[in-house]
């Protein structure tokens, strides 16, 4: 049965229950004018307790006014008291309604706290443009599983030699920012690509050549020169990198892996997929994989 169903059979059978009570109002009435005639006559006529006379007046003026104080109360509780739907069924009535507003404020919420994050991270990327070099295209390059994982004991979990190619081809002759924890899992710098290494440690050692700095804005400051500078991760520097890139190169890695670095979630409100190339697993591939390009909307 449906809702409105179940609603329209508790207003009949409350009609229904209103009726009853009114009929049951009415012969009450009739039962008090006829029982006050009987009791007259008995008193009056019959003699019946015709000695017994409190404050020295006929007892059946007493026991009239009493019944009509009964039959008073009786109206009041049809006409008053009983005259809505019941106790019972107001309360379910206002725990239905109870429920529906909770549905609905939670609805609220979580479309206000989508709505609010959209405008932060559109406000942080229209501040941080002006950072940047508005003509550079700063490119986040990973290489993710299905469950975001990317890296575990500071290192990568797979070993996948056509995604290694795509990101030496991509990277080459470009800046590459990188966090402190992603620049020592590298046994040496990279060939041919400006390392630029973000650390909080004033008094940290790297080797000639790689620009150390000590945030992802200063890293991006000095890689403005770079047409396309490319984050590289790990986990830590994606998620600050979220809100300042133009362009994500995903490997998306179609397995699972246990990780203690993770990527961030890619928000489709935010980002559209343009390129999506898929990999079969080879002797050189122990997993599938695809190659995924994603711009900013
Ligand atoms: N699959 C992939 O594509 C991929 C790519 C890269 C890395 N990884 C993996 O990711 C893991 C490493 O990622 P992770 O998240 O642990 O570390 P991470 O992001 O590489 O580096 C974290 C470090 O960066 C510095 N840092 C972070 N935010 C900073 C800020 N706002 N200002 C200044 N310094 C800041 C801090 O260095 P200090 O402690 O020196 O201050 C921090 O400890 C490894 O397992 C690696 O193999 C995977």
Excluded: C
């Excluded at 008193?43 to 009964?70: M, R, Y």
């Excluded at 309360?91 to 549905?103: F, M, R, S």
Aim: net charge neutral; no cysteine; glycine share 4%.
């Amino acid at each position: 049965m449906t809702q409105i169903d179940k609603e329209q059979l508790e207003l009949i059978e409350n009609a229904q229950r209103r009726i009853k009570q009114k009929k049951r109002l009415y012969i009450h009435f009739v039962l008090f004018l006829i029982g006050s005639i009987l009791i007259i006559v008995a008193n009056t006529v019959l003699g019946i307790g015709k000695d017994f006379t409190p404050f020295e007046k006929e007892w059946f003026v007493f026991a009239i006014l009493i019944w009509l104080f009964l039959l008073l109360y009786h109206t009041f509780n049809v006409f008053v008291t009983h005259k809505f739907m019941g106790k019972e069924w107001e309360q379910k009535q206002l725990n239905k309604l109870v429920a529906e507003q909770k549905t609905r404020i939670e609805k609220i919420k979580k479309e206000l706290k989508k709505e609010a994050s959209h405008i932060a991270e559109s406000e942080i990327y229209n501040e941080e443009l002006t950072i940047k070099d508005k003509t550079s295209e700063l490119t986040i390059i990973a290489a993710a599983a299905e469950n975001n994982a990317i890296g575990k004991d500071n290192k990568l979990i797979w070993h996948l030699s056509n995604d290694l190619k795509r990101f030496k081809s991509l990277t080459d002759g470009h800046h590459i920012i990188m966090g402190r924890k992603t620049f020592e899992s590298f046994p040496k710098p990279l060939p041919n690509r400006t390392h630029v290494v973000i650390t909080r440690q004033s008094d940290y050692k790297a080797p000639n050549g790689v620009i150390l700095v000590n945030s992802l804005e200063a890293a991006i400051e000095a890689s403005k020169n770079d047409s396309q500078p490319f984050v590289i991760g790990g986990g830590e520097i994606y998620k600050q990198a979220m809100t300042f890139a133009d362009k994500i190169e995903l490997t998306r890695v179609h397995e699972t892996f246990e990780a203690d670095a993770f990527f961030p979630e890619i928000d489709s409100n935010i980002w559209k997929e343009t390129f999506n190339e898929f990999h079969q697993k080879d002797e050189n591939h122990d997993f599938e994989f695809s190659f995924l390009t994603y711009v900013r909307i």
